[in-house]
């Protein structure tokens, strides 16, 4: 029963380097969305996709694309690493659009240097 | 965009005290969520509400959502070391469910 599965745990990058964050889900969930969560703050929107081949920005998209070819994956890619892309990413899935139950992911820690 | 202030930003109490924290917002909320993320984990959903003025309750923990649809406030009675971690408050108008803005989170420190 893994839920929402996200890797790497943890990355260094170099400034400029780009890298790709994934995260499937096993439970056949409509709805899945990226956050990022910074220090002494909340989490904050990044991507979202209400379903397959469906995406859509958040608060915080730039830097960042995303896609969903298909309902278990929502990868998200930083085009070019900037220091300021430094955080702690969630993916997060839903049954529904309507639903407000949100499952998270265990966190992937990135570093960029 | 719509902005969350939750407070307090930090709590310290003794052990079988009773812990309140709020959220409030400049606009309405047609859903209020409390999550508790632990030390290197996600977060973890703990009350939804979606009703104006509903009042739930899961074990110690107890949520209500503001009348005016822009407050919400989690209690939490006779705290445990283990109630340890930082809580968040939630908001989402409309439909969307993962469109949800945070709020900045409360610390919460329990001395045995």
């Known amino acids: 029963n893994a839920g929402v599965t996200q890797t790497p745990k943890f990355q260094v990058l170099k400034t400029g380097q780009s890298m790709t964050l994934q995260c499937a889900q096993d439970?056949?969930?409509?709805?899945m969305s990226w956050y990022r969560q910074d220090p002494g703050m909340g989490l904050r929107l990044i991507h979202y996709?209400?379903?397959?081949?469906?995406?859509d920005q958040g608060e915080v998209p730039n830097g960042y694309n995303v896609s969903r070819s298909t309902t278990e994956d929502f990868p998200l890619r930083l085009l070019s690493a900037a220091p300021s892309q430094t955080s702690v990413y969630f993916c997060?899935?839903?049954?529904?659009?309507?639903?407000?139950?949100?499952?998270f992911g265990e966190g992937s820690w990135l570093t960029v240097v | 965009g719509q902005q969350l202030n939750q407070s307090p930003q930090s709590m310290f109490i003794q052990e079988g005290e009773d812990v309140s924290m709020n959220c409030t917002s400049s606009?309405?909320?047609?859903?209020w969520l409390w999550y508790k993320q632990d030390p290197g984990e996600g977060p973890v959903l703990l009350i939804a509400?979606?009703?104006?003025?509903e009042l739930t309750s899961n074990g110690r923990l107890t949520a209500q959502f503001g009348i005016t649809r822009k407050d919400s406030f989690l209690n939490i009675s006779a705290s445990i070391p283990s109630d340890v971690g930082i809580y968040f408050c939630?908001?989402?108008?409309?439909?969307?469910?993962?469109?949800?803005?945070f709020g900045d989170g409360t610390t919460l420190t329990v001395k045995p």
């Open positions: 997060a899935s839903s049954p529904t659009r309507w639903e407000g139950t949100i499952y």
């Open positions: 439970m056949n969930h409509e709805y």
């Open positions: 996709s209400v379903g397959a081949g469906i995406t």
């Open positions: 606009s309405i909320f047609n859903t």
């Open positions: 509400l979606y009703k104006a003025g």
């Open positions: 939630a908001g989402q108008l409309g439909t969307n469910a993962g469109k949800s803005t």
